[in-house]
C-alpha cells in the first residue's frame, strides 16, 4: 500500500480555540432533522387509546344529560391520566436521550499536533481526521494522507469497496460521511459537517422513522388489540342485558363503558416502554450501552458468554516484561543495553505504527523509545507499504526506504508460528525457539516474534512471504488480569452461566490467564483445531471446552452455531470489523467501546463503554431485575383487573343497580397506572437473582404460568369485595352506602395487590410507592368526607358500618393473598421441575453446575424451554 508523506498541517491540526470557534459558527456534527412535535404525538396517541376514547365518550354522555359536574370531571380525570403517561413517557425518553448521547460515535482528530478521541458531533470543517479500518466516517474530506478501501454502499448502493488516496481519484472527490472504512490508514481534511454533507439528504429522510418495536412490545400490543375487541363485545352484550331488564338506556350505556374500561389492561404498552428504557438507563450507568432496548430482556437468558482474553478479562495495559534474542536467552526489559537486545526493540518499533492507539503497539514504542534513546529514522517516517493483520496473516509487516541506496527494509511482527514460516530456520532450532515461546506464554505474557528483510527499492510485493526473513527474537509483555474478574466469573457460575474465553494468543497464555479468572482449563482447541473438523464434532467438542486460542474473528461465527446447537443463549463479544457477523448471530452481541471499531459497534445489541467483563456481568444482573420485574407487573395488572371485572359483572347476575361508573374507574386508573409502571420498574432485584439458572429464551410475561397467579389473587379479592357488597346490602344501608364501602375497599385491595407484588422490598422503592400510598388516601378521604366528591362518584355519607366492611375486606384480602402465597410456594418446592426460571426456589448447584447434554437437532432446546 503506497502513501504520502504528510503535511505539517496535517500533522497538527487545529487547535482547540479555533475548533470550539468553528463549532459555535457551524454548529454540530449531527444530521438534520428530530422529532419536532413529538409531544403532540405523544398526546395524540394517548388521546387514541381505547380508555381515553371511552372516558371521554362517558364524559359527552353525561355532558348531554346535564350533569355538567361529572363530565367536568371525567375531563379532568382524563387530562390527569394523560399528565401522568406524559410524565412516565418524559422519563422513558429522557432515558433514551441519555443513551444516544452514550452512544454517540467517537472520531479520531489531531488537535494541536496530537491525536485525540472526540464526539463526532464535535467534528468540524477544518478538522484533521485519523482513519482506520472499521471507522465510519463522520464527515465529508479530502485525504491529505495515505489510502483508504471505503464500502460507500449506504450512499451508493455500490458494494464493491473503492479505493481513495491522494492521486487516485480527481482531488475534488472526497470521503463521504456516513461510509465505511473497509482497509488501510489515512489522514483526512474535513470539508463539510452535519446537514452540509452528502449524508444529510438521507439524513433528513430518516428524521421521521420510528425505532421499531421489540417482539415483546408487539405482543403486548396484539395482546391489548384482542381484550380491546373481547371488552368491546362483552360490554355491548352487558348493556343489552341491562337495557332489556328494564335499566335505562343511559345507565345502561355508562354501565357498559365501566365494564369496557375495567377489562382493558392499556397499561401494558406503557408498562414495556417504560421498563426498557430505564432499564437500559440503568444498565448504562454500570458501563454497558443498549443499543437495541430489546436487549435488556434477553440479558437475563443469556447462558453462555464467549469472551475476549484482551482488553475484557484483562486491563489491556500492555507493559514489556522480557526479550529474548536466542533460545535460553532470556532479558527482563530492563536489562543493561546490549546491541542484540537493542536491535531486536527496534525492529519491533519499526513494525509498529507511532501513531496507533493499539495497547501492544504503544508499549513497544514506549520501551523502545526509554531503551534505545528515541525510536529508529524509520519510524519517523511514512512507510513504503503496511501489510496488516488479515487475509489469512496473524502478523504486521511494514516496508521503509532506508538510508542504504536502493534498498528497503521490511520489519514484521506477530504470532511466533506465522513469523517463524518467515524465516529459513533449522528444525532443531525452530523446536527450542517454539519452547521458548511456549515457555514465556505459560507465564501469561503475550509473545510476539520479530523478525526483518531486505528488497531492492522498487519491488511490488503482494505478500511478505515472498521474501525470506531473518528471525531477530521475540518479545513478550504483561496484560495483568482486570480486578473483579474472579469474583465475577464466580458469580456467572453460580447463575447458571458457563464463561469461555476466546483469544488469538497463544494457547499457553490463554491457559494462564484463564486459570487467574477461575475458568476451566482441562480442554483448549485452537483455531486450526477448529478449521480441521466438521460441525457436527465441534459442537460435541465445545460441549467440554471452555479456552479457544489462535482463534481467527470469522471462526467466533462457527463457535457460535456450535454452541448454539448446544442449546446455549450466546453472549458474545467482540471488536473487530470481522467480529460483526459473530456479533449479528449471537443472541446478544457485546461490542467494546473503548478498542472496538464502528462496524463491531453497530452490530452489536450492546456496547461494553469500559470494556471490563464485571460491568457485563452486572449488566447481565440488572437485565434479570428488569424481566423479573415486568412479569410482576403483568401479573399485578392481571390481578387488579379481576376485580374491577368482577364488581362490574356482579350487578347483572345480583339484580342490582351498577356497581361502578366511568368516574370512578377513572380515579382508580390514577393509582393502577404508575403503580405497574413506575412502582414495579424501581424494584430491587431478589438476594437470589444470580443463583438460579437463566431463563428460556421463549419465557413469556404473558404466558399463563406468570399470569396464573395474579387471576387467582384478583379472584378471590373480587369475590371479597362482592361478598362485602351483599353484606352491606343486608344489613340494610342503601345502594350509595354499599357503594361507598365497596370503592373504599377496592382502593385497599388494589394498594394490598402492589405490595404483594413487591414481595416486602420496599426501601428502595420508596419514593414510588410512598407518591402511590398516598394517592390512594386522599382519594378515599375525599371520596369519604367531601360532600361534592362524593355526590360526584354517586355515594352517600359513610355510616358507622362503613370502616366495619373495609376492615373486614382488607383483612380478608390480606389472608387471601397470604394463602395464596403459601400455596404457591408449597407447590414450587413439590414441584422444581416445573417452576419458573426467575423462581428463587430454583438454586440447585449440582443441577447449575452440570454441562447440558447436546441435542442434534439445534431447536430441540428450545422446544424443551417450551
Known sequence: MSSTPPSTDAMRGLDDDEAARRLLRDGANVLPGGET?????????????????????????????????EAVFLGVSVAIVVAITIVQEWRAREALAALRDLATPVAHVIRSGTERRVAATEVVVGDVLVLREGDRIPADGLLVEGTLMIDESLLTGESVPVEHGPGLRPPT????????????VARARVTATGGRTAFGDIGRALAGQQVSPSPLQRAARRLVRFFAIAAVLLALGVGAANWWSGRSLIQSTLASIALAMAILPEEIPVVLAVFYALGARRIARRGVLARRLAAVETMGAISLLAVDKTGTLTQNRMAMAMLCDAPGRVQDATSPVDDALDRLACTAATACDPRSIDPTDIAIVAHTRRRADGLPPEC?????????????????????????EGRWHMATKGAPEAVFALCDIPPEALARWSAQAATLAAKGLRVLAVARATLPAGTVLRSPAERRHELLGLVALADPLRAGVHAAVAECFAAGIRVVMLTGDHPATAVSIARQAGLSCAHVLTGADIDAVDDDELARRVAETDIYARVHPMQKLRLVHAFRRHGDVIGMTGDGVNDAPALRSADVGVAMGVRGTDVAREAADLVLLNDRFASLVAAIRLGRRVYDNIRRSMRFIAAVHVPVVCLAVAPLAMGWPPLLLPVQIALLEMIIDPSCSLVFEAMPEDDGVMRRPPRCASESPFAVANLAVGLIQGTGMGAILVGGHAWSLAHGLSFATAGLSTFLSLLATTLLLVLAGSRGRYRRMAPWLAAVVAATLVIGAAATFLAPVRSLLGFEAPVPTTPIVVAGCTLAGSAWLALVSMVSHRWASRHPHRIDA??????????????RPIHEDPDSRRRECA
Not at 472527490?173 to 488501510?184: C, I, K, M, Y
Not at 519517523?380 to 542504504?404: H, K, L, N, Q, W
Not at 426467575?838 to 454441562?851: D, Y
Request: proline fraction near 6%; charged fraction near 15%.
Open 37 to 69: 412535535h413529538r409531544w403532540l404525538h405523544v398526546i395524540w396517541g394517548v388521546l387514541a387509546e381505547p380508555m381515553f376514547l371511552m372516558l371521554i365518550a362517558a364524559a359527552a354522555i353525561y355532558a348531554g344529560l346535564g350533569d355538567r359536574a
Open 173 to 184: 472527490d472526497p470521503v463521504r460521511a456516513g461510509t465505511l472504512v473497509v482497509g488501510g
Open 380 to 404: 519517523a517516517a511514512a512507510p513504503v507499504a503496511t501489510f496488516p493483520i488479515g487475509d489469512g496473516r496473524s502478523f504486521v509487516s511494514r516496508v521503509y526506504a532506508s538510508g542504504d
Open 838 to 851: 426467575h423462581s428463587p426456589h430454583t438454586t440447585s448447584r449440582s443441577f447449575l453446575m452440570q454441562r
